[in-house]
């Protein structure tokens, strides 16, 4: 139990990003590949959105003290990969429909024998 009362934000984020790695590495379905992609695109963005944040920052709205303000460049960059993560799962669902409306499967071992055929 004093293991978990140890860990902090960050070690749940690379524990995200790895299990959306093992996940990618290991399924045979492509609908769950691209989950998993998901997954680890979104562990890498709290871990570098919670990276460097002081304890008891605030969000940088008006009223706040300059030295309690979050830096809100991160948070800024976050967004911005949220949108393009978001963007890359899409584009792979829409392959993924694509492929699997051409060649009927949605199992990487039977789609990489018919393409080879």
């Given at each position: 139990?004093?293991?978990?009362?140890?860990?902090?934000?960050?070690?749940?984020?690379?524990a995200l990003?790895?299990?959306?790695?093992?996940g990618?590495?290991t399924?045979?379905?492509?609908?769950k590949?691209?989950?998993?992609?998901?997954?680890?695109d979104?562990?890498?963005?709290?871990?570098?959105?919670?990276?460097?944040?002081?304890?008891?920052?605030?969000?940088?709205?008006?009223?706040?003290?300059?030295?309690?303000?979050?830096?809100?460049?991160?948070?800024?960059?976050?967004?911005?990969?949220?949108?393009?993560?978001?963007?890359?799962?899409?584009?792979?669902?829409?392959?993924?429909?694509?492929?699997?409306?051409?060649?009927?499967?949605?199992?990487?071992?039977?789609?990489?024998r018919?393409v080879?055929?």
């Open positions: 139990m004093a293991l978990i009362n140890t860990l902090g934000i960050s070690d749940l984020a690379i990003f790895f299990i959306g790695l093992f990618a590495m399924q045979r379905s492509i609908m590949t691209i989950m998993s992609v998901g997954i680890m979104m562990g890498a963005i709290l871990y570098f959105a919670m990276a460097n944040r002081p304890d008891g920052a605030r969000p940088p709205i008006a009223g706040t003290p300059p030295e309690l303000m979050a830096d809100p460049v991160p948070q800024a960059l976050m967004i911005t990969a949220i949108v393009i993560g978001v963007s890359v799962v899409a584009m792979c669902l829409a392959m993924y429909m694509r492929v699997a409306y051409r060649y009927r499967t949605a199992e990487w071992s039977i789609l990489t018919r080879e055929k």
